[in-house]
């Protein structure tokens, strides 16, 4: 193969049918019609001698050599990318770019409102989206670049590919109505499990870090309600004696919206990192940097310790 005949675009477009397999949807993220589609794969085939991509019921499948090339002509737009032609035309107050943010609905009523209140400030044209996604198809979203980053406990994305840094770490507190009838300042084991709970369904993340504490110290709640989100727990909490265990940030958002107020879990339970990720791929992109700074300084201003300060016996 002579590199003379070798087109940046073309690999292009081969990163794009390897991931999309298919060649209308690679089409559509390139900006090319499917007979221009069409015709880029005819190209790569006579260059690589490959047939490359072969149709099936399961859409454009690549062959072995079409694997082979797959991650280094993934490294080598990287690199073009990151390195050799970096954007640097990003101006926060002048931008009118759609960010996309993936994150629970905890992140939602924590990180959006300071959110709004900065992109108000710096940058009033660029409008935010959080989609709600699986694990599977946030780590596509993020290599991709459908999402520009990722707020939250999210093990999987742990890995080599996606970059991570640890922004604080969620502990848990439990919230009351404001009245409740037995419960003071302070509550007692026997108490936590003699209350009617409303419980968060535990999805793998990081209310399923609380229940596998509680299971380990053998802690059993008489789970009344479980809800798939944590919106509706504040109102069903204020409206009766029931209680409910939630992250402290969720907790101390509640307690402002709400006639709850917050108390102290009868024990230590360890909390979990929260995390904000972002692809290897976008690491040098101005946009990218400066979207992560942001998060990364409203972190900074938050109070993240306990406002309650008292340690449990």
């Known amino acids: 193969m002579d ?6 675009n073309l690999l292009k ?18 900006g090319l019609s499917q007979p221009a589609m069409s015709f880029a794969l005819s190209k790569l085939r006579a260059l690589f001698n490959d047939p490359l991509f072969v149709r099936t019921s399961k859409g454009m499948q ?3 050599r079409a694997l082979q090339i797959a991650e280094p002509v993934q490294r080598i737009l990287e690199l073009v990318s990151n390195e050799v032609l970096p954007s640097s035309d990003f101006v926060p107050a002048q931008s009118e770019r759609k960010m996309v943010l993936c994150m629970s609905d905890i992140g939602e009523m924590v990180f959006l409102p300071r959110l709004m209140a900065v992109l108000n400030e710096r940058a009033p044209g660029i409008c935010i989206r959080t989609p709600a996604l699986s694990a599977e198809g946030l780590e596509e979203g993020l ?18 590919s996606i970059r991570n840094r640890a922004l604080y770490n969620h502990s848990f507190v439990c919230i009351v109505r404001q009245d409740h009838p037995t419960i003071g300042e ?5 108490q936590y499990q003699a209350a009617e709970h409303v419980a968060v369904q535990a999805d793998g993340r990081g209310m399923g ?3 596998r504490e509680l299971m380990m110290r053998d802690i059993k709640r008489r789970v009344r309600f479980t809800l ?3 919106m509706g727990v504040p109102f069903l909490v204020a409206e009766s004696d029931m209680i409910a265990t939630v992250p402290l940030a969720v907790g101390r958002r509640f307690a402002e919206i709400a006639r709850v107020r917050m108390v102290p879990l009868p024990w230590n ?4 990192d929260i995390h904000l990720h972002w692809h290897t791929r976008f690491h040098h992109d101005a946009a990218n940097c400066w979207l992560r700074s942001t998060l990364i300084e409203l972190v900074g201003d938050m109070p993240v310790r306990d406002p309650l300060d008292r340690s449990v016996e």
């Open 3 to 8: 590199l003379k005949n070798v087109d940046l």
């Open 13 to 30: 477009v081969f990163d794009a049918l390897r991931r999309k397999q298919s060649v209308t949807l690679a089409g559509d993220l390139m």
């Open 62 to 64: 690549p062959t072995t």
């Open 143 to 160: 290599g991709t670049g459908d999402v520009d980053a990722a707020i939250g406990y999210f093990p999987r994305l742990l890995n080599s």
């Open 186 to 190: 302070r509550m007692s084991a026997e």
């Open 209 to 211: 870090v609380l229940e």
């Open 228 to 230: 798939s989100r944590f």
């Open 269 to 272: 339970i360890p909390g979990y």
